[in-house]
């Protein structure tokens, strides 16, 4: 009797390491400094999927903990050390682009799997086999930008102002410039900047007036883009202008006015006003967490964990495995599955880690985002 005990007691505690215990999340994100707003974001969109998933009780459970790079490529990889310290077995990699390309690089020779909320340079995934992107990449940011605006037919003219020094605003201007000629709309300006030289854009905004542009593109983060904004409207210039994903998150930048961004247009894969249930469900609980409307970064952090989730539970994986054992699952999960959620529906992923979902149009007004399609 007294060994039969011993191997029930035994049989029911490896049960209980399998599935009580919470896998291990990590990421890197710019929770304090000039890009804080979008690590704060996916921080905060992540972790309210981790409490809905812990508190459904289910076989997949997870502890985050994200690390603070400061959108800063070399604290980025101290941030993934200190994670791989605390025994990281799944990863969000990083924020933003660059500290990306950077922890990505980790990821891939540590055989940690990565599925990162918003760092959309193509360098990311190039070359790691283990490296996903839940957000739309560069280059199809570009194209599909130029597709729009040449659909809805918004202008033939138009200008591109865009940061030369940053690989987020430089490959979506890239493939704009390309894709552009080939659908009817005509590049009067390209004018370009970079740190040291980003708090005055009289230059840049007296080409695009002066050539005649009818819609100025800005694929960029929101901060410059602001200072752009308030500069066109001193002088007098007053285009249509066109942002991409890194814009979202201008209506919360502390001190700006939001009648700047009075008619701006987007595209982005989230929209807070659709009437889904689960984005219904989720903008309340974010808003009463947090007193505001959440972004796209928040809306793909909070993908991110879902789709692990998924991923987990059909590889029937356990959080006594290693990363390097479980890393090969989600490879073979995120290459075959389809996935919905709040920034999209019937989700997938190619190979090469780059994800496929629709974008949406949309416009400021009133000091909010509504949908243009």
């Not at 891939?108 to 957000?135: H, W, Y």
């Not at 539970?313 to 989600?330: G, M, Y």
Request: hydrophobic fraction near 40%; charge should be negative; include cysteine.
């Amino acid at each position: 009797m007294k060994k039969i005990f011993v191997c029930t007691a035994l049989v029911l505690a490896l049960a209980g390491s399998a599935f009580g215990a919470p896998f291990k999340l990590g990421g890197t994100a710019p929770l304090t400094g000039g890009a804080a707003i979008y690590g704060m974001a996916a921080r905060n969109g992540a972790q309210i999927a981790v409490d809905e998933i812990n508190a459904a009780g289910g076989d997949i459970t997870f502890e985050l903990r994200y690390e603070d790079d400061t959108h800063d490529a070399e604290k980025a990889v101290n941030a993934y050390n200190a994670l791989k310290d605390w025994g990281m077995q799944v990863s969000l990699g990083s924020v933003t682009s660059k500290p990306c390309e950077a922890t990505a690089a980790e990821n891939f020779a540590d055989r940690i799997f990565a599925l990162t909320p918003s760092a959309s340079s193509a360098a990311v995934t190039e070359g790691k086999d283990n490296v996903f992107q839940m957000c739309f990449v560069d280059p199809n940011q570009g194209s599909a930008s130029a597709q729009y605006i040449a659909e809805k037919k918004l202008a033939t003219k138009v200008a591109v102002i865009w940061k030369n020094d940053d690989v987020y605003s430089k490959g979506i201007r890239d493939t704009f410039i390309e894709k552009a000629p080939t659908l009817g709309l005509e590049i009067v300006s390209d004018m370009t900047f970079a740190d040291g030289n980003d708090t005055d854009f009289s230059v840049q905004l007296t080409d695009a007036q002066t050539k005649g542009a009818e819609l100025v593109f800005l694929p960029m983060y929101y901060q410059p883009a602001s200072l752009i904004l308030a500069q066109a409207q001193g002088m007098g210039y007053a285009p249509k202008w066109f942002g991409v994903d890194g814009m979202d998150g201008i209506l919360t930048m502390e001190g700006f006015d939001k009648s700047l961004a009075e008619g701006v247009m987007l595209l982005t894969p989230f929209n807070a006003d659709s009437t889904d249930p689960k984005t219904v469900a989720f903008v309340a609980e974010y808003k009463k967490r947090f007193n505001e409307v959440p972004n796209q970064f928040a809306a793909d952090g909070y993908d991110c964990v879902y789709a692990f989730k998924q991923a987990l539970e059909n590889a029937k994986a356990n959080p006594d495995q290693d990363a390097d054992e479980i890393c090969p699952l989600l490879i073979e999960q995120f290459t075959t599955m389809v996935f919905n959620g709040v920034t999209g529906e019937n989700v997938r992923w190619s190979a090469n880690g780059e994800v496929t979902k629709d974008p949406k149009g949309m416009v400021i007004q009133n000091g909010a985002y509504v949908g243009l399609d």
